[in-house]
């Protein structure tokens, strides 16, 4: 079956729908739910149209590679406190090294 068989407007069932992208009927339903496929329900059967099949394949689509990096998400929890104590760790320890560079020879010698 292609989507050419079908006239414009006629409906896919569920079945036809995993015949043509070769997905079982648990994962249909599974991925209509999870991944918010359109469909069409008509009492607790579901159905597709030609469009919503073409907006399903849109979903799955490789897309280009945006040229600028997506931007990075905000620290939080956990995340976000490790990474004040390790900036302020490292800020400490520069102070320390730059304090012992100014000390005399002889002074950093004794401690």
Not at 74 to 84: E, H, I, N, Q, Y
């Amino acid at each position: 079956m292609t989507i050419e068989d079908k006239q414009p407007g006629e409906l896919y069932t569920l079945e036809e729908i995993g015949e043509l992208l070769k997905l079982s009927r648990s994962t249909i339903y599974r991925r209509r739910k999870q991944d918010h496929w359109p469909h069409l329900q008509i009492g607790s059967e579901f159905r597709f149209t030609a469009e919503d099949l073409e907006a399903i394949q849109r979903l799955y689509r490789k897309q280009e590679p945006s040229p600028t990096p997506p931007p990075k998400r905000p620290l939080v929890g956990t995340k976000r406190s490790k990474a004040l104590a390790r900036s302020r760790n490292s800020r400490e320890g520069a102070e320390r090294g730059a304090a012992q560079s100014a000390e005399s020879p002889q002074e950093v010698r004794k401690a």
